[in-house]
């Protein structure tokens, strides 16, 4: 893709890499559509980013996915590009975690990915041509016990991306993953013990990730692993 003059829609766009995204993107020409479900940080977003399209929709919630399909298809009908980049990270312990919150931190990462893509994907299907990424971690591969919900519904993320592109190979949609390492806006908080462990791991630039998926797409490679990503998959594979 030559991401120039391409219409993107980036959920979970009023901050961090889907911020930086939009804005890295914006300054190639294209059109950016961002969503986020905070009205204060949206409205923050509108006036600090003008040129940007920004839209309340929560992506758990099938309703509000399709109420916002129908707006933005009809006022931006060469949308091409859906990344799937919103996302929750929790510190969860299993003997105390309630089964709200485990089932919260699924729904943002796994379930919400797969329902923005069933309810886009008849739309980027018809375009001439047009992408998907899915937003994972370096984490994915690495079954991260402080984050243990998050670590599994990222390596759903990384399979569902799999199979995706596997069905859509004879269509006009590409299908990309990112799985960015911990980066210099970390997501992680926890207790102060964990987050000391934590902060020993190095952090990434967010303004590199965004160049390294937007390169990566520019030369069609599949799958993005930028920093510590490559080799926390590596460990992975010899852990497990
Ligand atoms: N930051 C890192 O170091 C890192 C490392 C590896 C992977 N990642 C992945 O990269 C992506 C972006 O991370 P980030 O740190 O940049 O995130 P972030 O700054 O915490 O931003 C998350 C975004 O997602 C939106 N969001 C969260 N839950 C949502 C929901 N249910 N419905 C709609 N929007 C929702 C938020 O909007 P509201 O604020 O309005 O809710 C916000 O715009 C995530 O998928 C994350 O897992 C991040």
């Known amino acids: 893709m030559r991401l120039r003059q391409d219409t993107i829609l980036i959920t979970g766009g009023t901050s961090g890499i889907g911020l930086e995204l939009a804005e890295q993107l914006s300054a190639r020409g294209n059109t950016v559509i961002v969503t986020g479900r905070n009205q204060e940080r949206l409205r923050r977003t509108r006036e600090s980013h003008p040129y940007l399209q920004a839209y ?28 799937n980049n919103a996302g929750l990270m929790q510190n969860i312990y299993f003997k105390s975690a309630s089964a709200e919150g485990v089932a919260d931190e699924v729904a ?109 797409m520019t030369r069609d490679r599949h799958e993005i692993l930028p920093g510590m990503s490559k080799l926390l998959r590596v460990m992975g594979k010899i852990r497990l």
């Not at 309340?56 to 859906?82: K, Q, Y």
């Not at 797969?114 to 008849?122: A, D, G, H, R, S």
């Open 56 to 83: 309340s929709v929560e992506v758990t919630d099938l309703a509000s996915i399709e109420s916002f399909h129908r707006h933005v298809v009809a006022d931006f009908p060469t949308l091409d590009v859906l990344i």
């Open 108 to 216: 943002v990462n796994l379930t919400g990915p797969i329902l923005m893509t069933q309810v886009f994907l008849p739309h980027l299907i018809r375009q001439p041509e047009s992408a998907i990424v899915n937003v994972t971690s370096g984490i994915a591969y690495f079954a991260f016990d402080k984050a243990p919900i998050y670590s599994a519904s990222k390596l759903g993320l990384h399979s569902y991306t799999q199979t995706l592109r596997k069905q859509l190979a004879d269509t006009s949609v590409k299908v990309f993953e990112l799985a960015p390492p911990r980066t210099t806006k970390p997501m992680f908080s926890g207790s102060e013990a964990d987050n000391r462990e934590v902060d020993r791991i190095p952090k990434m630039p967010i303004s590199q990730v965004v160049s390294a998926l937007i390169t990566g």
